[in-house]
């Protein structure tokens, strides 16, 4: 899992505007969908001088991967977005945010995923948003826009009746709804160690819980900053989404605030599972404790019958008593039926009358 505080790459007094890549992203392709009401189109770039004459249609341009400096730095230039834009789109993580430059929004997402060992990370996903183009850049490739990308080549819905403020609405949402799956594998495993804390607890699922925890916590980091970045969209400054687009845009707002009550109700639980754990290492300890303290209880008194007839004294009567051993046998079994009797009628054995006395 990503560290919760992991500094970007540059290091402490580059110039602004220093083009850093990601060594272990994935290799840089790109797509391009034009599409208008009456039809849409695809394919891939290979070469960004290919985007330098785009029609009136709205063009949604996909970037995957992001280890091609030369060919980010050709995007770049063709699209002629600012150098600080470039700049955050490469540089990673960026805390999630949205931002105005040269008539464009600029929107970073984090973005959850559960990767090949099972754990929770987060990687950052970029959209700049012009009046004729959506540009999204994913560090790694990955589906989850692949239904959006279906219902614009397919004609569902209404995504072609729209600009590219609404596609870049949809890419948003679909951002935000990959919280969903991560939280629905990290609930699942809350219900299994919640279970496992009452039955049989042990170290391991302390160890587990902590981190669906450690989890929950890089959640919480990502989506409260992306919270105030759908805010800023929604108050709409630049009037640049329009008004039929806004009322999407609160509904992924209310998205958002959807996952940050499961986070926090995940939270409380983790924080239940591991008072269950310990309740349950302690009880289980109280019982240890009580069964020793029943065996100490019932040998005791033995212990002081044989501590007395084990002394060396030449003048004990009891000594020179033709029975007195099984006198001292019959005592200390009787002790020992006398004690076990009273701890069984207690319910401290064998469940016996409890509450009583």
Known sequence: MAGFFQPPEPPP??????????????????????????????????????????????????????????????????????????????????????EWLDNR????????????????????????????????????TSSRFQPVWDRIMQGLGSIREFGSDYLAYSL?????????????????????????????????????????????????????????????????DQKFFAPETAAYLRDAYEHCLQVSEIIESYRELVGAVNNTYLSAVSNRTNEVMRVLTIMSSVFIPVTFVAGIYGMNFDYMPELHFRYGYFAAWGVILATVAAMTTFFVRKGWIGGGRKGQG
């Open 13 to 98: 007094g580059v110039r602004p505007e220093t083009l850093q890549v990601v060594p272990e992203s994935a290799p840089t392709r790109i797509a391009l969908i034009s599409y208008d009401l009456h039809g849409a189109q695809e394919r891939r770039i290979v070469d960004a001088f290919d985007l330098d004459e785009l029609d009136e249609r709205v063009h949604w341009i996909h970037v995957q991967g992001m280890r091609d400096r030369l060919l980010l730095e050709e995007l770049g230039r063709e699209l002629e977005l600012h150098a600080l834009t470039v700049e955050d789109i490469t540089t990673t993580p960026q805390r999630p945010k949205t």
């Open 105 to 140: 929004a600029l929107i970073i997402l984090r973005v959850p995923f559960i990767d090949a060992a099972g754990e929770v990370d987060v990687e950052q996903v970029s959209l700049v948003v012009s009046q004729q183009y959506v540009l999204s850049i994913e560090e790694r």
């Open 172 to 236: 948003l949402d679909a951002a935000i709804d990959s919280f969903f799956p991560v939280l629905e594998a990290l609930g699942d495993r809350l219900e299994e160690l919640e279970a496992e804390a009452m039955e049989s607890p042990t170290e391991a699922t302390l160890v587990r819980t902590n981190h669906v925890r450690n989890s929950l916590v890089l959640l919480r980091r990502v989506i409260w900053p992306q919270r105030e970045a759908l805010q800023l969209l929604l108050r709409n």
